[in-house]
């Protein structure tokens, strides 16, 4: 049965009195409740239609999909359960879900976050939570309709959210934002303070906010190279020479401005690299010594194939063993200029071994991150503090994504995870690093697990990329990005990703101790494929699996080499398909590779991708790399420029934070 | 526990339904005249159950509220209700003037359906099945709750935990005060909703009324 109160719907009459108006749609067996609920709903001004059964649900929102912009529903109902409505619905509508129950047990609660719920009601529904509830579409709607960005808040991980410890960042950022958002007159063009969190697209002039773009991006170097880095790289000629619409001259200046700090903060950490380089054996050190234009260029043609994950790759995968990592990682070093591989914390308490590792990478990765800046050496710190906390996380099957982030005093790196275990039904755990010298990525990271949580529970070992994209929208990460390059696998509708921000490692945990978890993100591989990933700490378990871990490095190398625009969800979808059960993977592949790339991945294996974020330094040198990697990333989300420098120009260390924000 | 019947009333009393106030029938009617005081007036003057004419129910709407905040304040002091039925009283309006009564009718039948299935299952000799237990209480527990009965949503609580640890003793002595915690709170409500449709037809007394 059905009903339908609050008049029509259907149209978007109340769009200009948002939230009056909103559509909802109301679900639940229980017919009090759902009387009681349609009568608060109505008393907020929105719109409600109630069903008692979610198959009539399921079938009025699959007629039409823009009827409803908001859908509560309960957890236990007798044909359907609350938790597969809630996926089925986030699959083809991406309509914000709410649940709603009686019971607060966490596990639920956890389980609607990993599941994609945006938030997550106790009964009796007050009236005071019924009257916010808007919020959760108009941050769904605000990327769709403004970024492309999907900014799940934090908030998505509902009831929970003080699961996913939204950080202030994530959450304040994206109110701000959507305040902002609504305030901003369309016309604007003005660059925020930090090219803006937000993504945007950057051709679309109503945006007040320019994106800097993987693909703008290096145009614009593109540009300052050819005009040279000296005096001749003026803003206006840079303008010229990219030919971009929409663009302003003061776009361009401040860009460039960022870029040269950058580049500065690259040289100095060149010989640092150097060093490393030597040590690793890799090739292409140049490119890490020279911050200038030259290395960068240097850099770019060395990663010109983009196939620096290939090469290094192949020692990985010769290195079956996560020790070699650091060798491997060496030479990814050389290849990525900063990844660094870090044994994840496997299930079996691995977590010593992240530390041990580490230092056992750092005369490798150590010199790079010396090197590098404070930064890296935060990533370090943050990385072993996050390995440790993988350490916690192994044991627990659902255990909330922790928030290392907060530890760090530069928020390096943010791990967001989703608690859910792979053993147990499909956790995923999500290790998002974010090596960011800002904080902000951490608390993009924060909000990710939430986020990320509830895509990765999918049936089929999916990760919740959305978590984390949720994290990375939320902006303020792709300034942090630096570090952080995350390789989700976002489902398209999530968009989030910065492409900055983050390649999320998903930490798997597998309930199966042998399996250790190994933090292989297609962000490993983009690490390979960047010159300066330095910073890249991917943290694989050591497991049996390692050897997957470098065939799926490498096929993410490669996929990332393609700079493919995501489609997260394809990606995702074939990409967990071929995971055994338990090993999520969070792989961000870009979907030409998707086919290589699934061929790879079949492991059981958790991997656990920390990955820190190149620094400066390094990021010159994956510039190009990163861009590969990145450009998936950016298409779900504009990124910055920042945020796409990771390359680390945009994560100087000179970076403010507030900039970023 | 003494022999059970196959539909065991809930309650050991059952309150009449409310009745309408006019007179069954023109017999009793015109039994009244002859003792209505009020028959030197020479009309036909209709009484209330009360044995006021309605006209003086009027005069009783003070003391019908007084009555009414009396029970309340009673309900809420002991705890039966919370401020989630003052919430429901809030979204009673002109636009569904009768909804506190609707839903909580509702409420009723939904109630002992659920109370019998919870009691059925804990009766039965092979019972083991706790989760199919867990989803009657779940919903018993949702909508107590979403009512505003405090009272019985703590015992479900009791009952969940006692669930929980798969103690079938401690879910049957859960479920009996349940029990009891519900007929206590649909005796009381009944209660105010008589109040209430006396308040109702005080205010709508008209004078003089014909039948």
Not at chain 1, 82 to 97: A, I, S
Not at chain 1, 283 to 293: C, D, F, N, V
Not at chain 1, 414 to 432: E, K, R, Y
């Amino acid at each position: 049965m059905e009903e339908k109160m609050g008049g029509s719907n259907g149209e978007d009459s109340g769009e200009d009195q948002f939230p009056v108006g909103m559509r909802v749609l109301a679900v639940d067996d229980d017919p009090i409740c759902l009387k009681i609920l349609a009568n608060l709903l109505c008393k907020c001004q929105y719109q409600v239609t109630t069903t008692n059964q979610a198959i009539i649900a399921l079938k009025m929102l699959r007629e039409n999909k823009n009827r409803y912009d908001l859908v509560i529903s309960d957890v236990n109902m007798p044909d359907m359960d609350g938790f597969k409505l809630l996926e089925l619905v986030g699959l083809e509508m991406d309509l914000p879900v709410i649940m709603l129950s009686a019971h607060s047990d966490t596990k639920l609660v956890m389980k609607g976050i990993t599941h994609g719920a945006c938030d997550y009601l106790l009964k009796p529904v007050r009236i005071e939570e019924l009257k916010n509830i808007w919020q959760h579409v108009v941050r769904r709607k605000k990327p769709d309709s403004k970024d492309e960005l999907a900014a799940p808040n934090h908030d998505k991980a509902r009831g929970g959210t003080g699961e996913a410890g939204q950080t202030w960042v994530a959450c304040s950022s994206d109110q701000k934002v959507n305040k902002k958002r609504k305030d901003q007159s369309e016309d604007e063009e003005e660059e925020t303070e930090d090219n803006g969190r937000e993504n945007e697209d950057s051709s679309c002039q109503k945006k007040p906010r320019v994106v800097w773009s993987v693909d703008l991006h290096r145009k614009f170097v593109a540009a300052v190279n050819q005009l040279g880095l000296g005096d001749q790289a003026v803003p206006k000629k840079i303008l010229d020479l990219m030919n971009v619409e929409g663009l302003t001259r003061e776009n361009v200046a401040s860009h460039l401005q960022k870029y040269r700090l950058y580049l500065r903060r690259l040289s100095s950490v060149a010989t640092q690299q150097a060093n490393m380089v030597v040590a690793l054996g890799s090739r292409g050190p140049s490119h890490l010594r020279t911050g200038s234009l030259d290395g960068f260029g240097d850099f770019r043609s060395f990663t010109g194939p983009g196939r620096f994950s290939s090469a290094s790759l192949p020692s990985y995968q010769s290195r079956g063993t996560f020790g070699r990592l650091n060798s491997s990682a060496a030479l990814t070093l050389s290849g990525i200029s900063s990844g660094v591989i870090q044994p994840g914390n496997s299930v079996n308490g691995l977590r010593k071994i992240q530390p041990v590792v580490f230092p056992a990478n750092q005369n490798q990765n150590g010199v790079l991150f010396q090197g590098i800046t404070a930064s890296i050496e935060l990533n370090q710190l943050s990385q072993t503090k996050s390995t440790n906390h993988f350490g916690e996380y192994n044991c627990v099957d659902e255990r909330n994504v922790f928030r290392i982030s907060s530890s760090f005093p530069d928020a390096r790196v943010v791990v967001g995870s989703s608690s859910n275990s792979l053993s147990t039904a499909s956790g995923n755990a999500l290790v998002l690093q974010g090596n960011t010298q800002q904080v902000q990525c951490s608390a993009a990271f924060e909000n990710l697990p939430s986020f990320g949580m509830t895509s990765l529970n999918r049936e089929s070992n999916d990760l919740s990329v959305r978590g984390s994209s949720n994290c990375l929208e939320h902006g303020r990460c792709s300034e942090n990005w630096q570090g952080t390059v995350q390789l989700s696998n976002f489902p398209p509708s999530n968009e989030q990703l910065p492409s900055n921000n983050l390649q999320e490692s998903i930490p798997w945990r597998n309930s199966s101790p042998s399996n250790g978890c190994i933090a292989l993100s297609s962000m490993a591989s983009s690490a390979f494929l960047g010159d300066s990933r330095a910073d890249m700490l991917c943290k694989a378990g050591l497991n049996n699996s390692y050897s997957h871990v470098d065939s799926r490095v490498s096929a993410s190398g490669s996929m990332m080499d393609q700079s493919n625009a995501v489609s997260s969800n394809t990606n995702d979808v074939s990409l967990f398909s071929h995971l055994n059960g338990e090993a999520p993977f969070a792989v961000w592949l870009s979907e030409g590779d998707k086919s290589s790339f699934d061929t790879d991945l079949r492991s059981n294996d958790n991997f656990l991708f920390l990955q820190s974020k190149p620094q400066n330094g390094f990021s010159q040198n994956n510039f190009e790399s990163l861009e590969d990697i990145m450009s998936p990333v950016f298409k779900l989300e504009q990124n910055n420029e920042t945020a796409f420098m990771d390359g680390g120009f945009g994560f100087d260390v000179a970076y403010p934070l507030g900039s970023c924000m | 526990m003494s022999k059970v019947k196959q539909q065991k009333p809930l309650c050991v009393w059952n309150p009449k339904p409310l009745k309408r106030v006019k007179p069954t029938n023109k017999k009793r009617l015109r039994e009244r005249e002859k003792t209505n005081p009020f028959s030197f007036l020479g009309q036909l003057i209709p009484l209330a159950k009360t044995g006021l004419p309605l006209w003086m129910l009027g005069l009783a709407a003070d003391r019908l509220r007084a009555d009414m905040n009396r029970l309340l304040s009673f309900l809420f002091h002991q705890g039966i209700l919370d401020e989630q039925f003052l919430q429901l009283q809030q979204l009673q309006d002109e636009t569904s003037p009768n909804f506190v009564s609707e839903v909580v009718n509702i409420y009723f039948h939904e109630s002992e359906k659920l109370l019998r299935n919870l009691r059925s299952l804990l009766m039965d000799r092979e019972f083991s099945d706790y989760n199919k237990m867990g989803i009657h209480l779940n919903q018993f527990m949702g909508s107590s709750s979403s009512i505003g009965a405090k009272r019985i949503r703590n015992v479900c609580l009791a009952f969940r935990a006692a669930s929980d640890q798969n103690n079938r003793a401690g879910c049957l002595s859960a479920l009996e005060v349940l029990e009891h915690e519900y007929c206590f709170l649909k005796n009381k409500l009944h209660e105010l909703f008589q109040i209430q449709q006396q308040r109702v037809l005080a205010a709508g007394v008209r004078y003089p009324m014909q039948h």
